[in-house]
Each structure stands twice: as C-alpha cells, then as structure tokens.
C-alpha cells in the first residue's frame, strides 16, 4: 500500500518560516518525480513545486520562486518543502504527490500525471 503522509503544516505570521515534511512507504522513493500541491478555499488547487527524479530538475510556481525550496531525501524516503518569507496568500492545505513521470516545465504542474496523493497538511498565514 502506497502511503505520502505530510506533516509540518501550522499558523504563523507573515514573513515567518515553516517546514512541510512528506514521509513515503509502499513506492520505490528514488525513481519517483515527487511534488508539492496546495488549494486555498474556493480555488482550485496549484502547483507549488517539483522534483523531477533522475534528472534533479527542479520547478516552482512563480508566486513562490525565490520564496520556497524543495528537497528531498531518497534514503529516507522524504520529500521538503522549505517556505520562507510565508504571506497570506500562501493559506491552504498542501497535499505531497507523487509519479513515475518525469515532467517538463510545461507539465511538472498537471495533477493529473500524479498517481499517488497525500492527506495534506494546513498551512495559515496571518497579516
């Protein structure tokens, strides 16, 4: 059974920082592009980032370029996302997926190449 369990998510204020921790089981961690996704209320979800597998290629929506860090740790099998300079707009509840792909800069964002889903995690940014 394939299991992306996030952790990390909270409440801050704006221009703090927080850490969001995805944990795989059941997939073979290292051969899979893994990313993250969030969706605030009433909107669809997006894109955040991307880590392509074999190529190491990574991808950032623009709204976070600069601002957010994706990494991961195939050994233990944990997909990061390093978020800094946190702002209001960035409230949703972000979900780790994973894929066998491996997409492009035109692709990386199409939840529907992402096979497998987390339960997701709550980010809150207050002003």
């Known amino acids: 059974e394939v299991q992306l369990v996030e952790s990390g998510g909270g409440s801050v204020q704006a221009g703090g920082s927080l850490r969001l921790r995805c944990a795989a089981s059941?997939?073979?961690?290292?051969?899979?592009?893994m990313a993250w996704f969030r969706q605030a209320p009433g909107k669809e979800r997006e894109g955040v980032s991307c880590f392509n597998w074999k190529s190491d290629t990574t991808y950032y929506a623009g709204s976070v370029q600069g601002r957010f860090t994706i990494s991961r740790d195939d050994a233990e099998k944990i997909l990061y996302l390093e978020m800094n300079s946190l702002k209001p707009e960035d409230t949703a509840m972000y979900y780790c997926?994973?894929?066998?792909?491996?997409?492009?800069?035109?692709?990386?964002?199409?939840?529907?190449?992402?096979?497998?889903w987390g339960q997701g995690t709550q980010v809150t940014v207050s002003s």
């Open positions: 997926a994973a894929t066998s792909e491996r997409p492009g800069a035109g692709t990386w964002d199409n939840e529907r190449i992402f096979r497998y």
């Open positions: 059941g997939i073979n961690f290292q051969y899979y592009t």
